[in-house]
């Protein structure tokens, strides 16, 4: 049992968070690698890197920058990428929405996929933690994960070798995402929603602005939350 | 390549506001105030509402393919679910779902 001070809760996030490192560190210097052919200086790479911190959004924005693209759609796109965010802003809500407001822009600041997950998880199994502990666990989640990605965007960017098609990084991203989610369908309504949300994105992968994922999300949760009150009823 | 800095750096700098503000969006503004139990309930189902979404297009239209689905891809992505179901192991999980595709890739090939 570890102890009680944010210490300990610190490098207990950090722990159930390190196995991500394996998605990170190839994923940041890739980012890298791209960023310096599509003719970003490091300054540049990395001030995006350090200010976004959305290896996907990222991604896309150069990709559409290299096509010419306005700015406007530049940007919407990108934040249509990084819509979900919203979602776990709000997930996060009953858990760290009593903190003081400027750790909330600080962990605001730092939301990742992986720390939202993994941080969602541990306060759902441990409804007693304090604020102070879930504060402490959530930022050794995001931290070190979000610094990693800032240091292999810099590696990537000095070193400038990505890793080569054989080896199919791109599926890597996938397997982070089934590793994130597999550990979270606890229950049938937990099962019921994830497999609404995979339905419903791939029915909808047509909507433009990637808002298919968000219209799927939302019905997943419905589906989720409409179980879970049935199931209590006992009508399910 | 990317030859205007000007607008390079209007996208990096607005991206990084915006995308801020939306992770800030709930959690800034809602902050400490007491939520409907119908809204919980819905938001308890956050995570596996967005990640299995997140995840079908890339396993089913893989942009390494040009969108074309691909054997290997679904079969590796269904072992890694089930590993992470079996396991709740993280680096399982990831370890085992690229170990299978490459095992499938070699397989199929």
């Known amino acids: 049992m570890p102890g009680t ?3 300990s809760f610190f490098l207990a996030g950090f722990r159930d968070c390190s196995p991500f490192i394996l998605i990170v560190v190839p994923f940041g210097t890739l980012f890298g690698v791209v960023a310096v052919e599509a003719g970003l200086d490091l300054i540049e790479a990395m001030a995006m890197t350090m200010l976004v911190i959305a290896g996907a959004a990222q991604f896309t924005a150069i990709s559409l920058m290299q096509e010419q693209a306005p700015v406007a759609i530049v940007l919407l796109t990108a934040f249509a990428v990084n819509f979900r965010m919203a979602m776990y802003s709000a997930g996060l809500v009953p858990h760290l929405g009593r903190a003081p407001g400027w750790q909330r822009v600080l962990m605001s600041y730092f939301l990742v996929d992986q ?4 941080s969602l998880a541990k306060f759902e199994r441990e409804p007693a933690l304090t604020m102070p502990q879930k504060v402490a666990y959530y930022i050794g989640t995001a931290v070190p994960i979000a610094s990693l990605w800032v240091l292999f965007s810099l590696i990537g960017a000095v070193v400038g070798r990505a890793i080569p098609p054989e080896y199919s990084l791109d599926f890597a991203l996938p397997v982070c ?23 419903g994105a791939l029915a909808l992968g047509w909507v433009p602005w990637s808002m298919g994922l968000i219209i799927a999300a939302l019905l997943a949760m419905m589906a989720g939350a409409e179980t879970e009150r049935r199931l209590k009823r006992g009508v399910a | 390549m990317i030859t205007d800095k000007t607008t390079l750096w209007i996208v990096i700098v607005l991206l990084g506001i915006g995308t801020f ?6 959690l800034g503004l809602i902050g400490g105030r007491d939520l409907p139990p119908w809204l919980l309930r819905h938001l308890r189902y956050t995570a596996v509402a967005v990640m299995p979404g997140l995840i079908a297009p890339l396993v089913v239209w893989p942009a390494a393919t040009g969108g074309i689905p691909d054997a290997p891809r679904l079969i590796a992505a269904l072992i890694a679910f089930a590993i992470g179901i079996g396991t709740r192991s993280v680096v399982g999980t990831i370890i085992g779902g690229m170990a299978a595709l490459y095992l499938f890739q070699y397989l199929l090939a």
């Open chain 1, 177 to 199: 995402f089934i590793a994130l989610s597999a550990p979270a369908m606890r229950s049938l309504p937990h099962f019921v929603a994830g497999l609404v949300s995979v339905i």
């Open chain 1, 5 to 7: 001070n944010p210490k």
């Open chain 2, 21 to 26: 503000l939306i992770r800030f969006s709930f």
């Open chain 1, 115 to 118: 720390a939202f997950a993994v």
